[in-house]
Every structure is written in C-alpha cells, then in structure tokens.
C-alpha cells in the first residue's frame, strides 16, 4: 500500500505570498496596500530604483512560479502513479480472495 500523501496545492494567493515573500516582502499581498503612504515623500530617482528592484523581483518570481509548477507536477505525477499501483495491488489481492472462496466452495461440493 502507498503511504505518499497527496501533495498540497495552495491557493494562488498562498502561492504568490509564499513565492513573493522570499524574493521582495514588499510585494506581498498583504504589504502592497501599504506602500503608497511608505513611500509618499520619496524622491523620483528613488521611486525609479525602486521600480527597477520591483521588476527584478517580478522577474524572480515568474521563475520561481515556473519551477514550482514543474515541481508539482513532478510530484503529483508520482502520487499519481503510487495510487493507480496501490489501485492495482488491492484489487489483485480482492481476486485473489475470491479465486480462494471459488475453490473453497468447489471443494466442499
């Protein structure tokens, strides 16, 4: 029997936080609303740079998205095949049994 738990998908929200909090914080859902009143007084050549290091980290993430989509399916794709085999032992065994039952019942006749 397979003892693989299936793998957990989190909402896109999750994702992204969870993405996004490791490359910028700033980004974060959570942090986003905030930084009109952070960054109020900042200067043009600082809202530029700023900019910038939010497009690098958008860069980032479409990145680390990609390689998390393909380690999922990586992973889901083994839990896939672990629960078919699972699938296919129990319903060989169940055969077995009533192959077992069948001669049982012809013997005794």
């Given at each position: 029997m397979s003892t693989t738990i299936p793998p957990y998908v989190p909402t896109p929200e999750e994702l992204y936080d969870f993405l996004m909090g490791q490359i910028e914080p700033?980004?974060?859902?959570?942090?986003?609303?905030?930084l009109k009143e952070k960054y109020k007084?900042?200067?043009?050549?600082?809202?530029?740079?700023?900019?910038?290091?939010?497009?690098?980290?958008?860069?980032?993430?479409?990145?680390?998205?990609?390689?998390?989509?393909?380690?999922?399916?990586?992973?889901?794709?083994?839990?896939?095949?672990?629960?078919?085999?699972?699938?296919?032992v129990r319903e060989q065994k169940q055969e077995e049994n009533r192959l077992a039952d069948l001669e049982a019942s012809i013997n005794a006749a």
């Open positions: 700033e980004l974060t859902l959570a942090s986003i609303p905030g007084e900042e200067m043009q050549q600082e809202r530029k740079a700023r900019m910038g290091r939010y497009k690098k980290a958008y860069a980032a993430y479409e990145q680390a998205l990609a390689q998390y989509t393909k380690d999922l399916e990586q992973r889901t794709g083994m839990y896939r095949r672990e629960a078919f085999a699972s699938a296919e």
